[in-house]
């Protein structure tokens, strides 16, 4: 195996990781359970951002793919990729920023008998830029999954 598809490898790995914390995320706010979710979701963005600060080392030890040997359809789904990820990052972000504006506030799942009412404005659009990370993440991998196996494919028949 060369050393990109070994990267990009790791990369779906990695994915599926985040792809299974977020679920778990999801079930544990559904149930109640704040500091799981909470330790989720921080777990999740620390793999999305551990792999934001690989992505340029493998640029420059081993180059960008070369796009010329690819297909339209597979440079497609690539882009498509490239835009799941674009929203489950500014998504998942969006909702980390709110989430600080609500740690210090009383809400359904905290009652904290001395903080004020966390605002239902902050609540809900946590909530908008949670899915919208969510289901970024289940479609970049997918995506993911078959830009690698034509990558895969590829470096078979050469």
Known sequence: MNPSLAFWTAALV???AIAVLTAIGIRSIR???LSKHRRCMKTAAALVSGFLGAYPL???WLGRE???EWSGHAILVLRIHEVCVFTLSVAGLTALVLSRKMQR???RLTHLPDAPLASSRVLQSHR???W???IGTGLAFLTAAIVLLGMYERA???
Do not use: F, M
Request: aromatic residues 0%; glycine residues 12%; charged residues 10%.
């Open 128 to 130: 908008i830029a949670g």
């Open 132 to 134: 919208t990370a969510a």
């Open 105 to 107: 506030n009383r809400n």
């Open 31 to 33: 149930r109640g359970q």
């Open 66 to 68: 070369p796009l010329s």
């Open 14 to 16: 990695n994915l599926l």
């Open 156 to 158: 078979a028949g050469s």
């Open 58 to 60: 493998k640029l420059l």
